[in-house]
């Protein structure tokens, strides 16, 4: 399963000319046949919190529409990072997935709020739990950024079967080591793969970390961006391995759930 991730420098404010970044993208690397394609948390207009009742999308309109449309296009799956988006009034980080055919499979509002950046005085937590989808019959799940710290949620989405977990960021450098850490123990401790996006760039006296990542169930790093470009990653996936590292080392068969 062929991965392409935009490690992208976000534009604040301005969701339609990063729309219009995230279209001249999408259209260069469809020539790498690629199965899907990764882009980071609120990538239409960054960390902008005090403004975003400007930017923000309504009920996910018009980014949906904007990606399911460059999906269909491309016959590309897209993970569509996050986004800001104003519902009944509130404001949600929102993550957006699209299939092949240009079909909304799956949204996800973060529910942990960074109390660092601010994000509960702007933002609304998310009040559904995270759920399994699909994309060309693979499970996986999705969170975004400080969710990463909550191993709970990645351990619900493996006993729920998925292989894959996408995780959409806007982490800042200050904190890099805990980003490739956490990754990385996440991958392990499930057994299943860790594709992760981060944004480049600085916001706010705010430098992020970049270092997207592509992880295997065994914890290896099998692709890595830079701490400070914006640059495409691309990797391919081979989901037996997930099989094969979950039969060998046979973690959640020898789960005690009732002792914990």
């Known amino acids: 399963m062929k991965h392409v991730i935009y490690q992208m420098d976000i534009i604040p404010g301005d969701p339609e000319a990063n729309r219009l970044k995230v279209g001249k993208w999408v259209k260069e690397i469809a020539q790498e046949r690629p199965d899907i394609v990764v882009l980071p948390e609120m990538w239409t207009t960054a960390y902008t ?5 400007n930017y923000a999308d309504t009920d996910g309109e018009p980014t949906t529409s904007f990606l399911q449309h460059l999906a269909k296009m491309y016959h590309i799956n897209i993970i569509g990072g996050s986004i800001a988006n104003i519902k009944n009034g509130n404001i949600y980080n ?13 949204t996800y509002d973060k529910i942990h709020l960074v109390p660092m950046l601010d994000e509960p005085v702007y ?18 799940g ?19 079967g998925a292989e894959i977990l996408y995780v959409v960021a806007e982490w800042p450098t200050v904190r890099k080591d805990h980003w490739k850490a956490l990754q990385i123990a996440r991958a392990i401790e499930n057994q299943f793969f860790v594709v992760s996006c981060n ?6 006296n705010e430098d992020f970390a970049g270092t997207s990542m592509m992880i295997d169930p065994r914890g290896h ?5 830079s701490e400070t470009e914006e640059e495409t990653l691309i990797e391919s996936i081979t989901l037996d391995l ?15 759930p009732h002792m914990y």
């Open 49 to 53: 919190l005090e403004e975003l009742e």
């Open 94 to 106: 929102t993550s957006i997935v699209v299939n092949r055919e240009g079909e909304l499979v799956y």
């Open 123 to 140: 933002l609304t937590g998310g009040t559904e739990k995270v759920q399994v989808f699909e994309l060309d019959g693979v499970k996986m």
């Open 142 to 160: 999705i969170i975004i950024c400080y969710d990463l710290r909550f191993p709970e949620l990645a351990r619900k989405l493996a006993l729920e």
């Open 199 to 204: 944004r480049i760039g600085e916001y706010n």
């Open 221 to 225: 790093i099998l692709k890595v961006g």
């Open 242 to 256: 997930v099989k094969e590292i979950r039969k060998d080392v046979p973690i959640f068969k020898s789960r005690v």
